[in-house]
């Protein structure tokens, strides 16, 4: 799996993996997003509801299919990321995604772990018009 650290993290990925949260589809999404990570074959795609004020996240989901890594890290952040201000999320980065996860990553895997991160980060961009790209892929 390319992961170290302790048996009580490595069984929470697991958990995260083989039970993801926030699996599925929000209908009535304000910003949907899909992003791949082409070196492992990662696709993740995410929904975010923002609340009126359009600087709080109120729900997440996603779908999609990669390794454990990538898919229990969207999973973890898909409950992280409700409740959290869009400033917050944008303000995350790699260190937020490993500690998150509470195992070493090997470099190999980084792009599994933050692929969520990354595609929640630009579909919010997107949607504020702050950048323009239909898919986020971890080779930028």
Not at 97 to 123: F, H, N, W, Y
Request: glycine letters at 10%; charged letters at 30%.
């Amino acid at each position: 799996m390319g992961i170290g650290g302790s048996d009580m993290y490595r069984q929470q990925i697991l958990d995260h993996y083989k039970n993801p949260r926030n699996y599925g589809e929000i209908e009535d999404a304000t910003v949907t997003h899909v992003g791949e990570n082409p070196m492992c074959g990662d696709t993740i795609e995410m929904d975010i509801v923002l609340d009126d004020d359009e600087d709080t996240i109120e729900r997440v989901a996603f779908r999609g299919d990669g390794c454990a890594i990538s898919q229990a890290s969207a999973s973890m952040l898909s409950e992280r990321l409700a409740g959290m201000s869009v400033e917050e999320l944008q303000g995350m980065d790699r260190d937020d995604i490993t500690e998150m996860l509470g195992v070493d990553i090997s470099p190999m895997r980084v792009k599994c772990a933050v692929l969520a991160e990354k595609v929640a980060q630009d579909g919010v961009e997107i949607y504020f018009g702050e950048k323009d790209t239909d898919k986020t892929t971890t080779e930028d």
